[in-house]
T-cell receptor, first 113, second 107 residues
Framework: NAGVMQNPRHLVRRRGQEARLRCSPM?????VYWYRQLPEEGLKFMVY????????ESGMPKERFSAEFPKEGPSILRIQQVVRGDSAAYFC???????????FGPGTRLTVT | GIQVEQSPPDLILQEGANSTLRCNFS?????LQWFHQNPWGQLINLFY???GTKQNGRLSATTVATERYSLLYISSSQTTDSGVYFC?????????FGAGTILRVKS
């Protein structure tokens, strides 16, 4: 049973470009969560999604960031017009319908130059 | 919101030594997880332990929910145990992480 998959593992973008991070949850999991690990700030919740619905986006920056989890395909975290401060590790987690234990993917390390 | 505090912030052990890591949280929770972030940055699930005691090999964990703390025990430490250990509690829909304990095991 494959775990949570994220791609790409490493992403380099220049300031002003767009970054798209993908996450495929574990088989049988219908809940997806995105977290960000900034240097010196630890792991912080960003957004919680179920298929075609954003349930909680209280941790998302107000501008430039968006997330989706379509009926078919992976969840996408999109960052428009990236800035140096967006450089971080972005982790996706998934959980089964009971929503208790979350399992994490390997992360995408975004570097903005 | 809920506060999650971990101690000690960092720890250096000689290979073969035992250690206890602590996690305190400021409010009632229904879910607590322990993770190991290895030197490659991957987050590994160690325990899902909202209450009680669990053991997995050289690792064990205990959560006393009524007193709002959890402990992670590492016995006979190995160099591969090095990394950062996080506890996280489920608050609403999200996991709230502590700042972590940085563990270095020397051979």
């Amino acid at each position: 049973n494959a775990g949570v998959m994220q791609n790409p593992r490493h992403l380099v973008r220049r300031r002003g470009q767009e970054a798209r991070l993908r996450c495929s949850p574990m088989k049988g999991h219908s809940h997806v969560y995105w977290y960000r690990q900034l240097p010196e700030e630890g792991l912080k919740f960003m957004v919680y999604l179920q298929k075609e619905n954003i349930i909680d986006e209280s941790g998302m920056p107000k501008e430039r960031f968006s997330a989706e989890f379509p009926k078919e395909g992976p969840s996408i975290l999109r960052i428009q017009q990236v800035v140096r401060g967006d450089s971080a590790a972005y982790f996706c987690a998934s959980s089964p319908p009971d929503g208790v234990e979350q399992y994490f993917g390997p992360g995408t390390r975004l570097t903005v130059t | 919101g809920i506060q999650v505090e971990q101690s000690p912030p960092d720890l250096i052990l000689q290979e073969g030594a035992n250690s206890t890591l602590r996690c305190n949280f400021s409010d009632s929770v229904n879910n607590l997880q322990w993770f190991h972030q290895n030197p490659w940055g991957q987050l590994i699930n160690l325990f899902y332990i909202p209450s009680g005691t669990k053991q997995n090999g050289r690792l064990s964990a205990t959560t006393v929910a009524t007193e709002r703390y959890s402990l992670l025990y590492i016995s006979s430490s190995q160099t591969t145990d090095s990394g950062v250990y996080f506890c996280a509690v489920l608050y609403g829909n999200k996991l709230v992480f502590g700042a972590g304990t940085i563990l270095r095991v020397k051979s």
